[in-house]
Protein backbone atom coordinates (compact mmCIF):
# COMPACT_ATOMS: atom_id res chain seq x y z
CA UNK A 1 0.00 0.00 0.00
CA UNK A 2 1.30 3.34 -0.95
CA UNK A 3 1.78 6.34 1.74
CA UNK A 4 -1.49 8.74 1.18
CA UNK A 5 -0.49 12.43 0.90
CA UNK A 6 -1.47 13.27 4.33
CA UNK A 7 1.54 10.78 5.43
CA UNK A 8 4.37 12.23 3.06
CA UNK A 9 3.26 16.28 3.65
CA UNK A 10 3.67 15.21 7.56
CA UNK A 11 6.88 13.73 7.29
CA UNK A 12 7.89 15.89 5.35
CA UNK A 13 7.46 18.71 7.53
CA UNK A 14 8.83 17.39 10.51
CA UNK A 15 12.00 16.30 8.26
CA UNK A 16 12.56 19.94 7.41
CA UNK A 17 11.38 21.11 10.77
CA UNK A 18 14.10 18.35 12.39
CA UNK A 19 16.75 20.47 10.19
CA UNK A 20 16.09 23.80 11.29
CA UNK A 21 14.40 24.58 8.10
CA UNK A 22 12.55 28.49 8.69
CA UNK A 23 8.32 28.06 7.68
CA UNK A 24 9.07 24.33 6.87
CA UNK A 25 5.12 23.61 6.83
CA UNK A 26 4.76 26.38 3.68
CA UNK A 27 8.32 24.96 2.48
CA UNK A 28 6.95 21.24 2.41
CA UNK A 29 3.75 22.60 1.08
CA UNK A 30 4.83 24.40 -1.75
CA UNK A 31 7.34 21.39 -2.93
CA UNK A 32 3.90 18.84 -2.86
CA UNK A 33 2.33 21.35 -5.02
CA UNK A 34 4.94 21.47 -7.47
CA UNK A 35 5.17 17.65 -7.54
CA UNK A 36 1.64 16.74 -7.52
CA UNK A 37 1.21 19.70 -9.84
CA UNK A 38 -1.85 21.12 -8.64
CA UNK A 39 -2.52 24.50 -6.07
CA UNK A 40 -1.21 24.26 -2.90
CA UNK A 41 -4.26 23.92 -0.70
CA UNK A 42 -6.09 21.82 -3.42
CA UNK A 43 -4.59 18.76 -2.05
CA UNK A 44 -6.10 19.46 1.40
CA UNK A 45 -9.30 17.79 0.04
CA UNK A 46 -7.60 14.87 -0.78
CA UNK A 47 -5.23 13.61 2.26
CA UNK A 48 -6.45 10.52 1.75
CA UNK A 49 -5.41 9.78 -1.87
CA UNK A 50 -2.47 7.51 -2.37
CA UNK A 51 0.88 9.32 -3.94
CA UNK A 52 2.71 7.35 -6.90
CA UNK A 53 5.98 6.11 -6.00
CA UNK A 54 7.82 8.45 -8.29
CA UNK A 55 5.70 11.13 -7.17
CA UNK A 56 7.20 9.96 -3.34
CA UNK A 57 10.50 10.21 -4.33
CA UNK A 58 10.54 12.89 -6.06
CA UNK A 59 8.77 15.13 -3.02
CA UNK A 60 11.53 13.39 -0.66
CA UNK A 61 14.11 14.42 -2.86
CA UNK A 62 13.53 17.83 -2.99
CA UNK A 63 12.94 17.54 0.45
CA UNK A 64 16.91 17.11 1.22
CA UNK A 65 17.91 19.51 -0.79
CA UNK A 66 15.62 22.38 1.10
CA UNK A 67 16.73 20.36 4.21
CA UNK A 68 20.51 21.63 3.13
CA UNK A 69 18.88 25.33 2.90
CA UNK A 70 18.79 25.65 -1.01
CA UNK A 71 16.22 28.07 -1.72
CA UNK A 72 12.70 27.10 -2.54
CA UNK A 73 12.55 29.01 -5.40
CA UNK A 74 15.06 27.06 -7.21
CA UNK A 75 13.94 24.04 -6.16
CA UNK A 76 10.64 24.93 -7.73
CA UNK A 77 12.35 27.25 -10.57
CA UNK A 78 9.45 29.64 -10.30
CA UNK A 79 8.90 33.13 -8.27
CA UNK A 80 6.50 35.29 -8.73
CA UNK A 81 6.38 39.44 -8.84
CA UNK A 82 3.49 41.72 -8.84
CA UNK A 83 1.64 40.02 -11.83
CA UNK A 84 5.34 38.18 -13.10
CA UNK A 85 5.83 34.69 -12.86
CA UNK A 86 9.65 34.18 -13.14
CA UNK A 87 12.00 31.01 -13.62
CA UNK A 88 14.51 31.44 -11.58
CA UNK A 89 17.84 29.54 -10.50
CA UNK A 90 21.63 29.90 -9.79
CA UNK A 91 23.08 32.75 -11.51
CA UNK A 92 20.01 34.93 -10.87
CA UNK A 93 18.76 36.62 -7.92
CA UNK A 94 15.27 35.80 -6.09
CA UNK A 95 13.38 38.92 -6.75
CA UNK A 96 12.53 39.71 -2.92
CA UNK A 97 8.78 41.36 -2.45
CA UNK A 98 9.87 44.69 -1.27
CA UNK A 99 11.30 45.53 -5.04
CA UNK A 100 7.52 45.89 -5.14
CA UNK A 101 8.01 48.99 -3.47
CA UNK A 102 10.62 50.18 -5.42
CA UNK A 103 8.22 49.26 -8.80
CA UNK A 104 5.26 51.28 -7.13
CA UNK A 105 7.34 54.11 -6.78
CA UNK A 106 8.03 54.87 -10.38
CA UNK A 107 4.51 54.02 -10.71
CA UNK A 108 3.72 57.04 -7.97
CA UNK A 109 6.21 59.67 -9.65
CA UNK A 110 5.43 59.19 -13.16
CA UNK A 111 1.87 58.43 -12.57
CA UNK A 112 0.52 57.04 -16.04
CA UNK A 113 1.30 59.06 -17.97
CA UNK A 114 0.68 58.25 -21.47
CA UNK A 115 3.97 60.11 -22.72
CA UNK A 116 6.54 57.38 -24.37
CA UNK A 117 8.68 57.64 -21.65
CA UNK A 118 12.30 56.01 -21.72
CA UNK A 119 13.09 54.26 -18.54
CA UNK A 120 16.43 52.43 -18.11
CA UNK A 121 16.90 49.37 -15.04
CA UNK A 122 20.51 48.51 -14.10
CA UNK A 123 21.14 45.44 -13.04
CA UNK A 124 18.34 43.55 -14.46
CA UNK A 125 18.40 40.24 -12.86
CA UNK A 126 15.58 37.71 -13.65
CA UNK A 127 13.79 40.25 -15.62
CA UNK A 128 11.33 41.28 -12.58
CA UNK A 129 11.67 45.00 -12.58
CA UNK A 130 11.97 45.32 -16.59
CA UNK A 131 9.16 43.13 -17.00
CA UNK A 132 6.61 44.87 -14.65
CA UNK A 133 7.24 48.26 -15.69
CA UNK A 134 6.68 46.22 -19.43
CA UNK A 135 3.50 44.80 -18.57
CA UNK A 136 1.52 47.80 -16.46
CA UNK A 137 2.68 50.64 -18.94
CA UNK A 138 2.85 49.65 -22.02
CA UNK A 139 3.53 53.20 -24.25
CA UNK A 140 7.05 52.65 -21.96
CA UNK A 141 10.14 51.94 -23.86
CA UNK A 142 12.41 49.87 -21.52
CA UNK A 143 15.85 49.22 -21.50
CA UNK A 144 17.64 46.77 -19.28
CA UNK A 145 21.11 46.30 -18.55
CA UNK A 146 23.17 43.13 -16.81
CA UNK A 147 26.42 42.24 -16.23
CA UNK A 148 26.12 38.69 -15.87
CA UNK A 149 25.03 36.35 -18.86
CA UNK A 150 23.50 33.78 -17.02
CA UNK A 151 21.01 36.43 -15.47
CA UNK A 152 20.60 38.18 -18.79
CA UNK A 153 19.53 34.84 -19.69
CA UNK A 154 16.84 34.30 -17.09
CA UNK A 155 15.70 38.14 -17.76
CA UNK A 156 15.48 37.54 -21.71
CA UNK A 157 13.58 34.16 -21.08
CA UNK A 158 11.19 35.76 -18.69
CA UNK A 159 10.48 38.29 -20.64
CA UNK A 160 9.43 36.21 -23.11
CA UNK A 161 7.50 34.02 -20.89
CA UNK A 162 5.36 37.31 -19.89
CA UNK A 163 4.63 38.44 -23.18
CA UNK A 164 6.41 41.66 -23.38
CA UNK A 165 10.19 40.76 -24.68
CA UNK A 166 9.27 42.73 -27.58
CA UNK A 167 9.35 45.82 -25.69
CA UNK A 168 12.44 45.53 -23.79
CA UNK A 169 16.21 45.87 -25.15
CA UNK A 170 18.39 43.68 -22.93
CA UNK A 171 21.89 45.05 -23.46
CA UNK A 172 24.57 42.61 -21.59
CA UNK A 173 27.21 45.52 -20.53
CA UNK A 174 28.41 47.06 -16.76
CA UNK A 175 25.56 49.61 -15.31
CA UNK A 176 24.91 51.89 -18.60
CA UNK A 177 28.70 51.02 -20.48
CA UNK A 178 28.61 51.44 -24.52
CA UNK A 179 25.04 52.89 -24.50
CA UNK A 180 23.46 55.83 -26.24
CA UNK A 181 20.95 58.33 -25.97
CA UNK A 182 19.36 59.72 -22.68
CA UNK A 183 17.06 58.50 -19.98
CA UNK A 184 13.76 59.95 -18.37
CA UNK A 185 14.50 57.65 -15.47
CA UNK A 186 16.71 55.00 -13.96
CA UNK A 187 15.34 51.86 -11.76
CA UNK A 188 17.69 50.39 -10.20
CA UNK A 189 18.23 47.60 -7.09
CA UNK A 190 22.01 47.60 -7.14
CA UNK A 191 23.80 44.82 -5.01
CA UNK A 192 24.12 46.91 -1.55
CA UNK A 193 25.29 44.09 1.12
CA UNK A 194 28.79 45.35 2.95
CA UNK A 195 31.00 42.97 2.97
CA UNK A 196 30.75 42.23 6.67
CA UNK A 197 26.91 41.48 6.06
CA UNK A 198 27.98 39.13 3.04
CA UNK A 199 29.39 36.76 6.20
CA UNK A 200 26.28 37.20 8.14
CA UNK A 201 23.78 35.94 5.22
CA UNK A 202 20.91 33.97 5.61
CA UNK A 203 22.28 30.07 4.70
CA UNK A 204 19.79 30.05 1.74
CA UNK A 205 21.49 33.81 0.10
CA UNK A 206 24.78 31.77 0.55
CA UNK A 207 23.55 30.16 -2.81
CA UNK A 208 22.25 33.30 -4.81
CA UNK A 209 24.83 35.24 -6.92
CA UNK A 210 27.45 36.95 -4.89
CA UNK A 211 27.81 39.49 -8.00
CA UNK A 212 24.29 40.60 -7.30
CA UNK A 213 24.45 41.51 -3.69
CA UNK A 214 28.45 42.53 -2.63
CA UNK A 215 27.89 46.24 -2.75
CA UNK A 216 31.88 46.68 -1.70
CA UNK A 217 33.09 47.42 1.80
CA UNK A 218 30.22 49.85 2.39
CA UNK A 219 27.40 48.39 0.89
CA UNK A 220 27.87 51.72 -1.32
CA UNK A 221 29.97 51.06 -4.50
CA UNK A 222 27.29 50.85 -7.23
CA UNK A 223 25.05 54.27 -5.57
CA UNK A 224 28.14 55.79 -5.92
CA UNK A 225 29.29 54.80 -9.46
CA UNK A 226 25.26 55.79 -10.96
CA UNK A 227 25.01 59.35 -8.92
CA UNK A 228 28.47 60.16 -10.29
CA UNK A 229 28.33 58.94 -13.54
CA UNK A 230 24.14 60.39 -14.24
CA UNK A 231 24.44 63.25 -15.97
CA UNK A 232 26.23 60.82 -18.69
CA UNK A 233 23.01 59.27 -19.39
CA UNK A 234 20.00 60.72 -17.17
CA UNK A 235 18.32 63.97 -19.01
CA UNK A 236 17.73 66.93 -16.78
CA UNK A 237 15.12 66.87 -14.90
CA UNK A 238 14.63 62.94 -15.54
CA UNK A 239 14.62 60.72 -12.20
CA UNK A 240 16.54 57.99 -10.33
CA UNK A 241 15.05 55.22 -8.30
CA UNK A 242 16.83 53.00 -6.36
CA UNK A 243 16.11 49.90 -3.33
CA UNK A 244 18.57 50.81 -0.55
CA UNK A 245 20.42 48.55 2.38
CA UNK A 246 18.60 49.05 5.77
CA UNK A 247 20.40 52.62 7.22
CA UNK A 248 21.58 53.38 3.81
CA UNK A 249 18.47 55.84 2.53
CA UNK A 250 19.90 58.91 4.73
CA UNK A 251 23.63 59.30 3.65
CA UNK A 252 22.47 57.90 -0.33
CA UNK A 253 20.00 61.00 -0.10
CA UNK A 254 22.99 63.51 0.84
CA UNK A 255 25.35 62.25 -2.24
CA UNK A 256 22.57 62.86 -4.13
CA UNK A 257 22.07 66.44 -2.73
CA UNK A 258 25.89 66.91 -3.30
CA UNK A 259 25.12 65.84 -7.03
CA UNK A 260 22.88 67.84 -8.66
CA UNK A 261 19.93 65.78 -7.34
CA UNK A 262 16.97 67.08 -5.70
CA UNK A 263 13.30 66.41 -5.12
CA UNK A 264 14.72 63.42 -3.11
CA UNK A 265 12.16 60.87 -0.96
CA UNK A 266 12.93 58.13 0.84
CA UNK A 267 9.87 55.42 1.26
CA UNK A 268 9.20 52.68 3.36
CA UNK A 269 8.66 48.94 2.65
CA UNK A 270 6.24 46.16 4.48
CA UNK A 271 8.44 46.07 7.49
CA UNK A 272 8.77 49.58 8.04
CA UNK A 273 12.81 50.12 6.53
CA UNK A 274 13.47 52.89 4.46
CA UNK A 275 13.76 50.90 1.54
CA UNK A 276 13.26 53.64 -1.65
CA UNK A 277 15.11 56.69 -2.48
CA UNK A 278 13.66 58.53 -5.91
CA UNK A 279 15.29 61.76 -6.42
CA UNK A 280 15.17 64.44 -9.44
CA UNK A 281 18.21 65.75 -11.39
CA UNK A 282 18.14 69.23 -11.31
CA UNK A 283 18.58 71.76 -14.58
CA UNK A 284 21.75 72.86 -14.02
CA UNK A 285 25.33 71.68 -13.40
Known sequence: MRPTIFVCLKKGIKFLESAGVPEAQISAEELLSYVLARPRFSF???????????QKLEFETLLAKRASRYPLQYLMRTAHFRNAVLEVGEGCLIPRPETETLVDMVFRTLGRS?????????GAGSGNIAISLAQERPQWFITATEA???????????????????RIRFIQTDLWNGIEGSFDAIVSNPPYLTERELCEL???????PRLALNGGTD??????????????????????????????????????????????????????????????????G
Open 44 to 54: YVDLGVEMEEQ
Open 114 to 122: TEPLNLLDV
Open 148 to 166: SPEALRYAKMNAERNGVSG
Open 202 to 208: QPEIEFE
Open 219 to 284: GLLFFKRMIYEAETILKKGGFFFFEVGANQAKIISEILKSNNFNSIQISKDDAGIDRIVSARLGNH
